[in-house]
Nanobody, 115 residues
Framework: QVQLVESGGGLVQAGGSLRLTCAAS????????MGWYRQAPGKQRELVAT???????DYVDSVKGRFTISRDNAKNTVYLQMNSLKPEDTAVYYC?????????WGQGTQVTVSS
């Protein structure tokens, strides 16, 4: 049974930082590509960052240099460190992985960045 649980969202001022956590069960994050997505009100869900089982990372251009995706294999957990936050980063952030052809999502965690 795959379960992804996000936490760490909240309200932060522009320029501040948050670290999002995705606690995974039913999968092993060290062997899977994990992703963070976000969805702002009225907008399509956007892929923000990925980390592969081999540790390769990728980011959407708008967060490069500000966000870092990482994992703790011992804790089977994926993180998204978000620095220099901007109001346009405001969204619900979701953890994602794929098993076979099925995408799995967490419940989301709200990030709100005030100007």
């Amino acid at each position: 049974q795959v379960q992804l649980v996000e936490s760490g969202g909240g309200l932060v001022q522009a320029g501040g930082s948050l670290r999002l956590t995705c606690a995974a069960s039913g999968i092993t994050v060290s062997t899977k590509t994990m992703g963070w997505y976000r969805q702002a009100p009225g907008k399509q869900r956007e892929l923000v960052a990925t980390i592969s089982g081999a540790g390769t990372t990728d980011y959407v251009d708008s967060v490069k240099g500000r966000f870092t995706i990482s994992r703790d294999n011992a804790k089977n957990t994926v993180y998204l460190q978000m620095n220099s936050l901007k109001p346009e980063d405001t969204a619900v952030y979701y953890c994602n992985t794929n098993l076979y052809t099925v995408d799995y999502w967490g419940q989301g965690t709200q990030v709100t960045v005030s100007s």
